[in-house]
């Protein structure tokens, strides 16, 4: 079984580190100090670093993990990763042999244009594109895009574990509930989610199955959502109705950023 613990960096990212007893991988590092005290405290040998996508929260850490240890560099081809030794892209599979775990490469643009994802042993590392009880912003993509990318996450099985980049769960739940206020799962991740800050802990992973019953992003289809979605294109623009799932996607996505 895969163990992850998470290496908080900067104010609110997590540095997710796969581990056993004597060797490590890191997915994202947007700095290098954390990591190398973490490593250090457990006695630790990286082995690989993964990335998700180039933000600089994301990789600023690279350069100088790699002038200190050497280890392959995963991350999107077509994307500016320091030190990327592995470009990867959809289809590929990124192996590391010291932990016994392979990963599958999912192509999932929209935050921006080749975030990647990594699927394997259960578990997501799904960056900046899906987060708990929310979504990336569409920096160089389109909502076309996004809404794909988001549905190809949403079809993996409900139990698979989601390692995503920040901790934004309860501002997100807090969107949530505007979206859609009679959501009784909703209501109860917020209680579940609120217990674990209150004492410390990450409110991470959540599990896909959480997504699909909580997550605005993941249910534009559902009648609640798309209502919500025509009120708040109705307060600002004269339009017509809209009820195909991208346009929703799209208005709650634009409400979200000015909410
Ligand atoms: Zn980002």
Redesign the pocket.
Known sequence: MLEVAPVRAFKDNYVWTLRDQTHAAVVDPGEARPVLDYLAAEALRLVAILAT?H?P??VGGIAELVAKTRVPVFGPKGEPIPALTEPVSEGDRVSIPELGVTFSVLDIPG??RAHVAYYGAGSLFC??TLFACGC?RL?EGTAEQMYASLAKLAALPDDTKVYC?HEYTLANIDFAKAVEPGNRSLAAREQRDRRRQESGKPTLPSTLGDEKATNPFLRCREPAVVESANKYLGSRIVGPRISDPIGVFAAIRDWKNRF
């Open positions: 996508h933000h929260d994301h935050h921006t960056g900046d990336g920096f980049g």
